[in-house]
């Protein structure tokens, strides 16, 4: 875990001084009204256009259309995606959603245990309880019970169950990665008022709007899950960075990054991370920004943890190897089926703190 | 770009990693005949030098 990883950027007000808030809007409404018909009319990815060495827009138009363009964030209200024009209506349910707990019986977390990652059968996933394993992260551990400031969990293979500090548990499941107001991650800058990257935001919200007004929190918790999938596997799938050694940007700027640049594994899921993390308040989800490692080589390898709410369902999303959403059982299943990964760490910040005692709904276990 | 580091990368089975961080290119060539020589599945495996910028500080420690 290094927490120094996360340097802040100009907060994304700093740029917007000096001028009345009514002005801002009426501009920003009006650009995205413009970039709704360039989407629609098929011309947003030539807009998108840059020049490879600078990550510069290559036309004048986009640059100011795109300028104008709000600046959309984990910060961002979902009421604010309505005023700006870019949805019509929330999905039905989403503020109950998001007050639904967290920590809950059954719930699958990270724990760090004396956890084997070898292959002992290949029928069976990797990351059990081994007295003799060295300590490690396993993704297995099952939520029981509570007790005073600690979580008890269920490991497969361990002796009895593990008692787990709460600040522990919420320092390896709560969300981790860029701030609100944009930061810089494996050198990545998310900057939320960089044009290219407003613009690319901007553009999924016009392209996933119908299905996104249309996500009902109401209905069946199986139903809800499989829209957010649909819904969260498309926008991670809108990333196209080819790996380090190929064609193209090769700079720091998320936007530029995102469809046409190039970059190792942890750059990658930087960029991704600063783009999904300003859907996860209207998709109800959470984003983890993990380090890990290969099973086959131990080569380090960067990837996202996603959280649905209100289900709790994990997945891993993972650019460098074309896996938009993968079910994290399957992505940590072991090297047999390619889904070749074990987490080591975190990288950005906690922001949004400890989770309060509303969002635990647990028995209580005494020792 | 300023040149800080360069990656040994391999790609097995659509899934590219960078195995190691080097100063030099001529370091770089070794290391990856190295793993050309010891990988179990070189046959299957596309190996290259990639050249990292300021992204390279930000994960050496990984590498070490």
Not at chain 1, 74 to 79: I, K
Not at chain 1, 114 to 122: A, E, I, L, T
């Given at each position: 875990m290094n927490e120094a990883r996360v340097e802040a950027v100009a907060p994304i007000h700093s740029v917007r001084m000096g001028l009345p808030q009514a002005w801002h809007g009426d501009v920003s409404r009006r650009a995205v009204a413009r970039l709704k018909e360039l989407v629609q009319s098929g011309g947003f990815e030539r807009a998108t256009?840059?020049?490879?060495?600078?990550?510069?827009?290559?036309?004048t138009e986009s640059r100011a259309l795109f300028a104008a363009l709000p600046s959309i964030s984990?910060?961002?209200?979902?009421?604010g995606l309505l005023d700006l024009g870019l949805l019509n209506q929330l999905p039905r349910g989403l503020s109950e959603a998001m007050l639904e707990p967290k920590y809950v019986f059954g719930r699958e977390l990270f724990v760090q245990a004396?956890?084997?990652?070898?292959?002992?059968?290949?029928q069976r996933p990797v990351g059990e309880y081994r007295a003799e394993a060295s300590l490690g992260f396993t993704h297995r551990a099952r939520l029981l019970g509570e007790h005073d400031d600690r979580f008890v969990l269920e490991l497969e293979g361990a002796p009895a169950l593990l008692r787990v500090a709460k600040t522990d548990i919420y320092a390896w499941n709560e969300p981790r990665g860029v701030p609100s107001s944009g930061g810089v991650l494996a050198n990545v800058h998310i900057d939320y008022n960089e044009p290219l990257l407003k613009a690319q935001i901007c553009a999924a919200y016009i392209d996933l709007a119908h299905d996104i007004e249309a996500l009902d929190f109401t209905a069946h918790p199986d139903q809800v899950k499989q829209q957010q999938e649909r819904l969260v596997g498309r926008l991670a799938a809108r990333q196209r960075t080819r790996y380090a050694g190929k064609e193209g940007y090769t700079g720091n700027k998320a936007g530029a990054l995102f469809t046409q640049g190039q970059g190792i594994c942890f750059v990658q899921r930087a960029a991704a991370a600063g783009f999904l993390q300003a859907f996860a308040k209207i998709l109800a989800f959470e984003v983890i920004v993990c380090v890990g490692r290969t099973l086959r080589t131990d080569s380090p390898h960067g990837f996202l943890v996603l959280t649905l709410r209100p289900s709790m369902a994990r997945y891993v999303s993972d650019p460098a190897w074309h896996e938009p959403l993968t079910d994290l059982r399957v992505a940590f299943f072991g090297p047999g089926w390619g889904h070749d990964r074990r987490l080591v760490g975190f990288e950005g910040l906690?922001?949004?703190?400890h989770p309060d005692a509303s969002s635990i709904r647990l028995p209580e276990l005494a020792a | 770009m300023i040149r800080v580091a360069y990656a040994v990368c391999s790609e097995t089975r659509g899934k590219p990693v960078t195995r190691a961080l080097c100063d030099t290119r001529k370091e770089a060539e070794q290391v990856m005949s190295r793993l050309k020589g010891s990988d179990m599945d070189a046959a299957q495996t596309t190996y290259w030098i990639a050249e990292l910028g300021a992204e390279a500080a930000g994960i050496r420690d990984y590498y070490a």
């Open positions: 256009s840059i020049d490879p060495l600078t990550g510069e827009l290559t036309s984990s910060a961002t209200e979902p009421g004396h956890v084997n990652h070898r292959v002992r059968d290949p906690q922001e949004q703190g | -």
